[in-house]
């Protein structure tokens, strides 16, 4: 009974019977990993012998997530995007340090407390963040890439928060100085060999390991270990997520990454669920009454003012409004480093466990709110963006989110395309040799610029803002195609088409029949089933006389497309 996989078995089962439930409801899964935790930890219902166990298999979860983090994200991306995330992560941080040191002096805490709690209401969970953008297939949309590199920003100056604790601790300023400067060298260092082996050793070896699925998994899970046990030795001593992030990184620009992330998914998602029931189980009810108040008042913080200040330095850096919102609301939580520095600070006779409980009590109210606003981040644009014109501060906007107002006036009776990777480059060289006109609308800026450099007309952007479908004319378009198979989006496509053209034919993408089914009655015209149409091709090939000759023939065309 006191095994721990019997507690296992336990946190799974239930986790598994409220996630069925949640999504019946239509709630997220991570709010029923934290009721199972509730329910394990602070509730009593079931005393767990083995926590030290768990919180280590949540650790694995974290630095899973962010290996897959990295293998999503490429070096050229994070150029792109490294400077505007450096400056809006700075500013952001700063800001919130000093209104969230007033605030607490407004709640009558000590000056000491109040430095703390400002610290900790200025980071943000990445955990949380790319759980819900990789859920959305938002992690290369611009608002995704933003939003992660000021994540980046807030994990690095949070190890750094860690390290002038424990030199204060120790009293000594000289050694903390010295700390901080040895940390970038070692950040320089790590970064420096990720680059070279990026580039010139992993893209040869997993092409050979590719071979073998199962040869490829074991490799990458030997080399996420032991990038994260090498920068978490103590002469080193960075934290799981950059390890993970660093392992990740440095597969990144192979082949190989997405099979990769496929065989990952899986386990990730396992350890990740022990991670949020982790995070209910210490949860305590000791102080919950008492703290109920203050909690409540820094979550609104956090919510709100915190998303603001964000929304306020994207726009001022000439972001769009509604990247500016999406990025905002994407950061309306606390991090787990926030706990980790508040633990660290009633370890050191600071804090009193009072304030430790109302912050845990914040995470999980920020937690579980950010998860409704981020999941819904569409719809609440759609009800308020319109009153964010104020966000828009410069005339000149920011050359990530840069788009003519005027650019498509002219177009008429044209095709508008939804997604221009994959299976969208085959739609667009198809509607180019048939001369269609044809505007394509993707959120990935690095599509749009590849795209415009073979002079196909582009627009970065979300299709379900309101503003890019009065650009690209909505009410005059003849097609409309989406290639994204995200149910939310093509049923938001399919109401704003609507309303502006009831004569456009819509051509939508899903992967399961019964989200077909509900597109279908939602007045789409085609619904593309990627193993439909794959399966039927494929047969149509086969059962011709000619199917050899059928076949080399389509093999030289996309060889041909593929060049």
Sequence with gaps: MESVFFEIAIIIIISAVLSIIFRYLKQPAILAYILTGIIL?????????????????????????????GLELKLHELRSIGKTAIIAGSLQMGATLVLGYMLGILLGFPSAVCLYLSIALSFSSTIVIVKLLSDRKDLNSLHG?????????????????????????????VEMTDQVLLVGLKLSVLIGWILLFSKYVFPRIL?????????????????????????????????????????????????ENYQIIARMKALRDFFVTIFFVILGIQMSLSNVVSSLLPAAILSAFVIFIKPFIV????????????????????????????????????????????????????????????????QNSNQLYAIVGSRFGFLEFRKTPNKHDFVQSDEFKDYDKHVVLIGGHQMGQSIIHALKQSDEKVIVVDFDPDVINRLKDKK????????????????????????????????????????????????????????????AKQLYKSGADYVVLPHLVGGDHLAKILINDDSLEMIEKYKAKDLAFLK
Excluded: C
């Design 41 to 69: 930890g602070p509730l009593g219902f079931f005393h767990l012998q083995h926590t030290g166990a768990l919180q280590s298999f949540g650790q694995l979860g974290i630095t899973l997530l962010l290996f897959m983090l």
């Design 456 to 515: 196909i007309p582009a627009i970065f952007g979300d299709i379900a803002d309101p503003e890019i479908q009065d650009r690209i004319g909505f009410d005059r378009v003849k097609m409309v195609i989406s290639t994204v198979p995200d149910l939310e989006d093509n049923l938001l496509l399919i109401e704003g088409l609507k309303h502006a053209n009831r004569k456009a034919k819509v051509v939508v993408m899903a992967f399961e029949s019964d989200e």
């Design 311 to 374: 929304m306020i330095i994207t726009g001022v850096l000439g972001f769009r409004k509604r990247t500016s919102f999406l990025v905002g609301t994407s950061l309306a939580q606390i991090s787990e480093f926030s706990l980790i520095i508040l633990f660290l600070g009633q370890s050191m006779g600071i804090l009193p466990e009072s304030i430790v409980t109302t912050v845990i009590l914040v995470s999980i109210i920020t937690f579980v709110v950010s998860t409704y606003i981020i």
């Design 207 to 255: 092409h050979n390991l590719s071979k073998s699925g199962e040869i490829l998994f074991l490799f990458s899970l030997a080399w996420v270990f032991a990038v994260t046990a090498l920068v978490t030795w103590e002469p080193i001593g960075f934290s799981i997520e950059i390890g993970g992030f660093l392992a990740g990184l440095a597969l990144a620009n192979t082949h």
């Design 145 to 173: 890439k933003l939003a992660i590199g000021i994540l980046l920003m807030q994990d690095f100056f949070a190890i750094l928060t860690i390290i002038f604790m424990n030199g204060f601790h120790a009293g000594s300023i």
